[in-house]
């Protein structure tokens, strides 16, 4: 996460730290800000644990927790690790890393992992799981076929980063982050969206 600034030259207070436990925090839950690199991030009032590159979802007062088995409103991913004691950055726009991992899916397994390939057959869609996995991160179907009666809530606005490769999960292993698998996303306001499931045999 580079160094926040907000609109004009002059840089955003608290842009530069991940997450803090000040109450009242020194910003307004709900201010977003942007990178260098034009990635937009929102400041949330975390109500969980959370580790940096953890899907959340973003609540309408502003606070945010891991995603879980349902949910409809907007995702973000966690910029650092936090409790539920601490205020802290979440990304909603550009390019990141997501963690992986959730009930059905192998993320080490690099021939079925997600796919940059954007036809029908082959493109990732982002879900959630049936059951929880700790720390939780986002599963995974490909293509249309993927989806399943058990495939109830997709994630919009979220792909595979076009610069990483099929199967390109890598592990995080700091004290500081997941423990798990990750793999380069782009996001572009993403929210969860509740599958009306029709049979197609």
Same mark, same amino acid.
């Given at each position: 996460m580079a160094e926040l600034s907000a609109q004009g030259p002059i840089i955003g207070p608290f842009a530069t730290s991940i997450t803090q436990s000040t109450s009242p925090p020194p910003?307004?839950?709900?201010?977003?800000?942007?990178?260098?690199?034009?990635?937009?991030?929102?400041?949330?009032?975390?109500?969980?644990?959370?580790?940096?590159?953890?899907?959340?979802?973003?609540?309408?007062?502003?606070?945010?927790?891991?995603?879980?088995?349902?949910?409809?409103?907007?995702?973000?991913?966690?910029?650092?690790?936090?409790?539920?004691?601490?205020?802290?950055?979440?990304?909603?726009?550009?390019?990141?890393?997501?963690?992986?991992?959730?009930?059905?899916?192998?993320?080490?397994?690099?021939?079925?992992?997600?796919?940059?390939?954007?036809?029908?057959?082959?493109?990732?869609?982002?879900?959630?799981?049936?059951?929880?996995?700790?720390?939780?991160?986002?599963?995974?179907?490909?293509?249309?076929?993927?989806?399943?009666?058990?495939?109830?809530?997709?994630?919009?606005?979220?792909?595979?980063?076009?610069?990483?490769?099929?199967? #390109?999960?890598?592990?995080?292993?700091?004290?500081?982050?997941?423990?798990?698998?990750?793999?380069?996303?782009?996001?572009?306001?993403?929210?969860?969206?509740?599958? #009306?499931?029709?049979?197609?045999?």
């Amino acid at each position: 996460m580079a160094e926040l600034s907000a609109q004009g030259p002059i840089i955003g207070p608290f842009a530069t730290s991940i997450t803090q436990s000040t109450s009242p925090p020194p910003i307004s839950v709900g201010t977003r800000m942007r990178d260098s690199q034009g990635n937009e991030y929102v400041f949330v009032d975390f109500v969980g644990s959370v580790f940096g590159g953890t899907p959340v979802e973003i609540f309408d007062d502003h606070t945010a927790a891991q995603l879980g088995l349902t949910g409809r409103g907007r995702v973000g991913v966690a910029c650092g690790g936090a409790t539920s004691n601490d205020f802290g950055w979440v990304q909603i726009y550009g390019r990141c890393q997501v963690q992986l991992g959730m009930s059905g899916v192998s993320p080490s397994d690099a021939a079925n992992g997600p796919t940059t390939l954007q036809t029908v057959a082959a493109e990732t869609i982002f879900v959630l799981g049936t059951s929880l996995t700790t720390p939780n991160g986002v599963g995974w179907v490909s293509g249309q076929a993927g989806i399943t009666s058990n495939t109830d809530f997709l994630i919009e606005g979220m792909w595979v980063a076009s610069d990483a490769s099929p199967g #390109d999960v890598s592990a995080v292993t700091s004290a500081t982050s997941h423990t798990g698998n990750q793999i380069a996303v782009f996001l572009n306001y993403p929210r969860l969206r509740m599958l #009306d499931y029709v049979s197609t045999s």
